[in-house]
């Protein structure tokens, strides 16, 4: 899930604002910590549950790829589409079903896993929750199988965690980055609460909210944002922070992955695409560039996660202009200066 603060629970004016039609993220209730004496560091030890179509979970898949964590942490992937009406269990339930056909493409997803991190072989997500007597459903998990437990469910604090303890869970890379170094914590923070409140959950209050006024004010935001964004990047930084990756451009890099191809329609996000604004677009090639980055999302997901759930269930072919996505990302000169 998103960014959460505080105790687990609601806010307790969130059906309010739901009842007037703002969209409220639910509050994670795992929030334990790796590192701790119940969650020592190890390699091998640890197992993440995620859905590539989730921009949460693609933080956490991100920050195992970059921190050079492919083999030393496992890694289990739901259907793109969560559960039907006529499922034994009922609808909208994440599931991992390796054999699933996608509409998009009529075959299974070569991604897609059966649960292996628990040892039980779970079908739902629900059911890892509920082996600990909780009615969560949601992903990215972070889970500890040698205390078959749950160590924490907010992608926040999963990357963060990961980000600590990297060398110790047993990364490829010698050193492996940090991706929130001491220096630069204040500047990340503040990007961080800028970029979550009003591009990451910005994009999801727009796109499901079902009050004209408060779509059109978390439109407005959302691209006041790339703007500003667009106007950081001016002076020829590769990254937000500076020369170097942080934990602010990896936090920002799912939403904008997804706006051309899916947020524009989705989200009703269509106030331009990001070839539109050429700092921000030469920024998400040179992030989609990073060893281990394209490996750990998939626009085919999420054009299926989005769109195959919607009222009528087709997922749009394109666009194919001008050029075919994710290839264009290899692409930095398609940037409209």
């Given at each position: 899930?998103?960014?959460?603060?505080?105790?687990?629970g609601e806010e307790p004016e969130a059906e309010a604002r739901r009842a007037r039609g703002e969209f409220v993220r639910g509050v994670s209730a795992h929030r334990g910590s790796l590192g701790s004496k119940a969650h020592p560091p190890a390699p091998h030890r640890y197992h993440l549950f995620v859905a590539l179509n989730c921009p949460w979970c693609h933080r956490v898949t991100l920050a195992r790829a970059v921190l050079g964590l492919e083999e030393s942490v496992g890694l289990d992937v739901a259907f793109p589409n969560r559960t039907e009406e006529a499922d034994p269990a009922g609808p909208n339930l994440w599931h991992f079903a390796p054999d699933r056909a996608a509409?998009?493409?009529?075959?299974?997803?070569?991604?897609?896993?059966?649960?292996?991190?628990?040892g039980a072989g779970h079908r739902l997500v629900r059911d890892?929750?509920?082996a600990e007597g909780s009615e969560e459903k949601s992903v990215p998990i972070l889970y500890d199988r040698a205390a078959g437990r749950i160590v924490n469910n907010e992608s926040a604090e999963i990357l963060r965690q990961l980000n600590a303890h990297a060398a110790a869970l047993g990364s490829r890379l010698d050193p492996p980055p940090d991706l929130y170094p001491q220096a630069l914590r204040e500047e990340i923070d503040a990007l961080n609460a800028a970029i979550y409140a009003e591009v990451n959950n910005g994009a999801y209050r727009a796109g499901f909210s079902s009050d004209q006024e408060t779509y059109a004010a978390a439109y407005r935001a959302y691209f006041d944002r790339l703007e500003a964004l667009e106007a950081l990047l001016a002076d020829g930084r590769p990254f937000l922070t500076g020369a170097h990756f942080t934990e602010a451009d990896l936090r920002l890099f799912p939403t904008l992955y997804?706006?051309?191809?899916?947020?524009?329609?989705?989200?009703?996000?269509?106030g331009a695409r990001l070839l539109d604004f050429p700092h921000l677009w030469r920024w998400l090639c040179r992030v989609h560039a990073l060893p281990g980055v394209a490996a750990s999302g998939s626009l085919l997901h999420c054009r299926q996660g989005y769109f195959g759930?919607?009222?009528?269930?087709?997922?749009?072919?394109?666009?194919?202009?001008?050029?075919?996505?994710?290839?264009?990302?290899?692409?930095?000169?398609?940037?409209?200066d």
């Amino acid at each position: 899930m998103g960014d959460q603060a505080g105790m687990a629970g609601e806010e307790p004016e969130a059906e309010a604002r739901r009842a007037r039609g703002e969209f409220v993220r639910g509050v994670s209730a795992h929030r334990g910590s790796l590192g701790s004496k119940a969650h020592p560091p190890a390699p091998h030890r640890y197992h993440l549950f995620v859905a590539l179509n989730c921009p949460w979970c693609h933080r956490v898949t991100l920050a195992r790829a970059v921190l050079g964590l492919e083999e030393s942490v496992g890694l289990d992937v739901a259907f793109p589409n969560r559960t039907e009406e006529a499922d034994p269990a009922g609808p909208n339930l994440w599931h991992f079903a390796p054999d699933r056909a996608a509409s998009l493409t009529g075959a299974p997803l070569p991604e897609c896993t059966e649960e292996r991190g628990t040892g039980a072989g779970h079908r739902l997500v629900r059911d890892i929750y509920r082996a600990e007597g909780s009615e969560e459903k949601s992903v990215p998990i972070l889970y500890d199988r040698a205390a078959g437990r749950i160590v924490n469910n907010e992608s926040a604090e999963i990357l963060r965690q990961l980000n600590a303890h990297a060398a110790a869970l047993g990364s490829r890379l010698d050193p492996p980055p940090d991706l929130y170094p001491q220096a630069l914590r204040e500047e990340i923070d503040a990007l961080n609460a800028a970029i979550y409140a009003e591009v990451n959950n910005g994009a999801y209050r727009a796109g499901f909210s079902s009050d004209q006024e408060t779509y059109a004010a978390a439109y407005r935001a959302y691209f006041d944002r790339l703007e500003a964004l667009e106007a950081l990047l001016a002076d020829g930084r590769p990254f937000l922070t500076g020369a170097h990756f942080t934990e602010a451009d990896l936090r920002l890099f799912p939403t904008l992955y997804r706006h051309d191809p899916v947020y524009y329609l989705r989200m009703k996000l269509n106030g331009a695409r990001l070839l539109d604004f050429p700092h921000l677009w030469r920024w998400l090639c040179r992030v989609h560039a990073l060893p281990g980055v394209a490996a750990s999302g998939s626009l085919l997901h999420c054009r299926q996660g989005y769109f195959g759930r919607s009222w009528n269930g087709t997922v749009p072919l394109g666009p194919e202009r001008p050029m075919a996505y994710p290839a264009a990302y290899e692409h930095p000169e398609l940037a409209r200066d």
